[in-house]
Antibody, heavy 121, light 109 residues
Framework: EVQLVESGGGLVQPGGSLRLSCVASGFTVSGSYMSWVRQAPGKGLEWVSVIFSTGSTFHADSVQDRFSISRDSSKNILYLQINSLRADDSAMYYC???????????????WGQGTRVTVSS | ETVMTQSPDILSVSPGESATLSCRASQSISSSLAWYQQKPGQAPRLLIYGASTRATGIPARFSGSGSGTEFTLTISSLQSEDFAVYFCQQYNNWPPQRTFGQGTKVEIK
């Protein structure tokens, strides 16, 4: 059974940094496409970052240069490093495993329960 | 960036009736579209991928259709557990910039 458990969220001051973690079980992070998706309170969903099984990473334009996605294959953990935090980064951050469809494109298959980040002084 | 627009924002439906949700892409995304259901306090759940393929364990009353720029999610005979917010999402472009619609809330009439 696929399980994703996020941690590392909390209250942080503007300009600060956080590292979010996602412990995966039931599959290997290194063999999968993994993303982070966030949701501000009462708002919609926003894709943030992806790491492919090859190790290639991509980020949404809105977080480019401040966010970094990585993984630890030995621990089966996905990370999201967030720097220079701003108030509009306040959100629930979900760890997501992707699956490939018949055409080789990937969709969000399994979601964790999320970890909340609040940026405030 | 491919912009996804859902309509309506809110849909009021009586239990047992059907609901039709729409999603439009600002450019063609072929069939690279997924639908997700989110209930209050919960993570989203995958319903449909590839525009029309139900995910594992999703009841047959959920069906998706469309390709290119116009997509539809139909929920037939709404059950109490179906009242939720529904998001569409495209995953077609390269480099990957996955985008979601703003959501449609299906509420009890």
């Amino acid at each position: 059974e696929v399980q994703l458990v996020e941690s590392g969220g909390g209250l942080v001051q503007p300009g600060g940094s956080l590292r979010l973690s996602c412990v995966a079980s039931g599959f290997t992070v290194s063999g999968s496409y993994m993303s982070w998706v966030r949701q501000a309170p009462g708002k919609g969903l926003e894709w943030v970052s992806v790491i492919f099984s090859t190790g290639s990473t991509f980020h949404a334009d809105s977080v480019q240069d401040r966010f970094s996605i990585s993984r630890d294959s030995s621990k089966n953990i996905l990370y999201l490093q967030i720097n220079s935090l701003r108030a509009d980064d306040s959100a629930m951050y979900y760890c997501v495993r992707e699956e490939l469809d018949d055409y080789g494109d990937s969709y969000f298959d399994s979601w964790g329960q999320g970890t909340r980040v609040t940026v405030s002084s | 960036e491919t912009v996804m627009t859902q309509s309506p924002d809110i849909l009021s439906v009586s239990p047992g009736e059907s609901a039709t949700l729409s999603c439009r892409a600002s450019q063609s995304i072929s069939s690279s579209l997924a639908w997700y259901q989110q209930k209050p306090g919960q993570a989203p759940r995958l319903l449909i991928y590839g525009a029309s393929t139900r995910a594992t364990g999703i009841p047959a009353r959920f069906s998706g259709s469309g390709s290119g720029t116009e997509f539809t999610l139909t929920i037939s005979s709404l059950q109490s557990e179906d009242f939720a917010v529904y998001f569409c999402q495209q995953y077609n472009n390269w480099p990957p910039q996955r985008t979601f619609g703003q959501g449609t809330k299906v509420e009890i009439k």
